[in-house]
């Protein structure tokens, strides 16, 4: 965003323009290189699971709104939607996805 | 008046009020924390500008309205202008829902009673993620960037556990609407009933905005400002708004589930929710002056394997106890 | 124009705004940022259909959740180191004209189907209606969708897993 200043412009105005001003902050050192990298895998794991997660939320509120006027039934038919998801924590836990190598 | 145009009165009225009420608010809580860090440490905090440095965030805002926008010259403009206006709005929008108290007649005091409420906060809540995805990428700036990832799947990690409890309390009050939960809780404050669930929302809301001891994100002696280090001016001031604002949101959140939100003897109502408000908030803070930083491995670790497995077991011992009690 | 249409051509215009900067984008980051007004807008059109629940999950799971995904998948792949290299589709031309085409055909089918006057309340989309759907008529619905879940959770991370 560097721009040069029309000479109509006062010194001191000037003088804002200077092209250290529009460096990539990296504590005083010149930057080396963009910051835009190929990141580590575990960031894609941890919002695969999470994906993954978050719908399995949503189809609970529905059911949790009306789950009070229900019989039985609906607490037996939430508990196996939970334990095959819990299945899935489970296995995404033995297999080392939700660990921060 | 049709509903929809309803709804845009309702989102225009909450800016606008926020551009008043919760800016004030955002500045006051900068102000309280200052005032309560330097308690905890034993100093005296802010105390030269107007009486007991009561207006020293004033003056601060004020500064940083003059200070230039600086874009640094490898970043990608478009995405670091826009990603300002995503995390303000996210927080902004999260206050549609909250019920502040009763106004004449026990009409409830709220922009717009949603029968989604419970769901709308959380899907606001979530945007936030987005917008710090966009700053940290935009600013072709390493601190930013890592800070950014960080914080994304800090974030996203928490939603979980506190969806869940989320859904406990809509569960035992048989709404979405937060007006609805305000109302069953007129015996028991759910927080009796759900200590588990109040304690993973808590922790769950420290997460989501940031805060120690799950402040990895703007580690200030490893990331500088994290996501917003190449801010400045209005935009940097703009951040700091969303982020109070989100953790005003939470607190209220947390008030309106799990505390009876605006209910109480003798006082009115609003000044019973401002007072569980800002209780919380003390809470908040209290936390960040007293307890290290997590490692990211340990935080995201707790989230996954304690706060989850909790957090569902949680749901399953309620539902089953309100089957039993129903029978 | 009643209001209700001023408003949905608003929403149409900023999805479609945002899809073509989607498809058209040089850069593919933009690319992914641009989805989120395009969600945003599907959402204001869920609510104008008065499926608040519905716009509440596109919300969350789409805004929300999908971008950052893509983020993290376009930040994992090559494609978050030249992104100063325009991308180039080969097959441009054959992409807009078969777009075209489909768009044509939508038009000319809904245009020319008469539509009957629909009898009767509209379908409740509260989430009240859907959780006694889950439990009622479409419950093998709601414990499938736990086994699709769990399935690509599995197949995921024997993916990832590879890909390391």
């Not at chain 1, 919002?47 to 059911?63: A, G, K, M, N, R």
């Not at chain 2, 928490?158 to 007006?179: D, K, N």
Request: charged letters at 10%.
């Amino acid at each position: 965003m560097w721009r040069s200043s029309p000479s109509w412009e006062p010194a001191w105005w000037r003088c804002r323009c200077w092209s250290q001003k529009f460096e990539t902050y990296e504590s005083g050192v010149p930057t080396i290189g963009q910051a835009w990298s190929q990141f580590n895998v575990r960031y894609y794991l941890f919002s695969l699971v999470f994906v993954v997660f978050d719908v399995e939320i949503i189809y609970l509120y529905p059911w949790a709104v009306i789950y009070r006027n229900q019989g039985p039934a609906a607490f037996y038919d939430a508990l196996i939607f939970l334990g095959i998801l819990a299945l899935g924590l489970l296995y995404a836990w033995r297999k080392g996805a939700l660990e921060w190598v | 008046m049709p509903w929809y145009l309803e709804l845009l009165r309702a989102i225009a009225g909450t800016i606008l009020i926020f551009s008043g009420v919760a800016v004030v608010a955002a500045m006051f809580g900068v102000l309280l924390e200052r005032k309560i860090s330097a308690w905890i440490q034993s100093r005296l905090g802010p105390k030269h500008v107007g009486p007991q440095g009561l207006l020293q965030t004033i003056a601060d805002t004020l500064k940083l309205l003059q200070k230039e926008h600086i874009v640094p010259r490898n970043a990608d403009p478009t995405i670091f202008a826009s990603a300002v206006l995503v995390v303000p709005l996210a927080a902004l929008l999260d206050y549609v829902v909250i019920p502040f108290g009763t106004a004449g007649g026990g009409r409830p005091l709220i922009f717009r009673d949603l029968n989604i409420g419970v769901l709308f906060f959380a899907a606001t809540s979530a945007l936030v993620v987005v917008g710090i995805l966009m700053a940290g990428w935009g600013s072709n700036n390493k601190y930013a960037l890592l800070g950014g990832l960080r914080s994304a799947s800090q974030m996203v990690s928490y939603e979980i556990p506190m969806g869940l409890a989320l859904i406990t309390v809509a569960m035992l009050a048989g709404s979405l609407s937060t007006v609805k939960i305000v109302d069953a809780q007129a015996h028991w404050w759910y927080v009796v009933e759900q200590p588990v669930a109040f304690v993973i929302f808590l922790i769950a809301a420290t997460a989501e905005v940031n805060r120690v001891p799950f402040d990895l994100v703007e580690a200030e002696s490893e990331l500088v400002a994290g996501y917003f280090s190449e801010y400045t001016g209005m935009r940097f001031a703009l951040f700091q708004l969303g982020e109070y604002g989100e953790m005003f949101a939470m607190a209220a959140m947390a008030v309106t589930l799990f505390l009876g939100g605006w209910r109480g003897p003798v006082l009115p109502p609003v000044l019973w929710f401002v007072i569980k408000l800002y209780a919380l908030i003390f809470v908040f803070m209290w936390v960040r002056w007293t307890l290290p930083r997590f490692r990211i491995d340990q935080l995201l670790g707790f989230s996954w394997k304690v706060l989850i497995p909790v957090a569902l077991a949680n749901l399953v011992v309620t539902a089953y106890v309100v089957m039993i009690v129903q029978r | 124009m009643t209001g209700e249409a001023i408003a949905f051509y608003v929403l149409a215009a900023i999805t479609l705004a945002s899809g073509v900067v989607v498809v058209r984008s040089p850069n593919i980051v933009h690319s992914a940022v641009a989805l989120i007004p395009a969600f945003l807008g599907v959402t204001g059109v869920y609510i104008l259909l008065g499926a608040e629940f519905v716009a509440g999950i596109q919300v969350l799971i789409y805004a929300g959740a999908i971008t950052v995904l893509i983020l993290f998948v376009i930040m994992l792949t090559e494609g978050g180191t030249g992104l100063r290299l325009r991308q180039v589709n080969e097959q441009e031309t054959i992409g807009a004209m078969v777009a075209g085409v489909i768009a044509a055909l939508l038009v000319v089918g809904i245009t020319r189907t008469g539509w009957h006057a629909g009898m009767g309340a509209l379908p409740a989309y509260t989430p009240g209606a859907i959780g006694q759907s889950f439990l009622g008529p479409n419950l093998l619905v709601f414990e499938g969708t736990s086994i699709v879940l769990l399935v690509s959770l599995i197949g995921a991370i024997i993916i990832a897993r590879k890909e390391e």
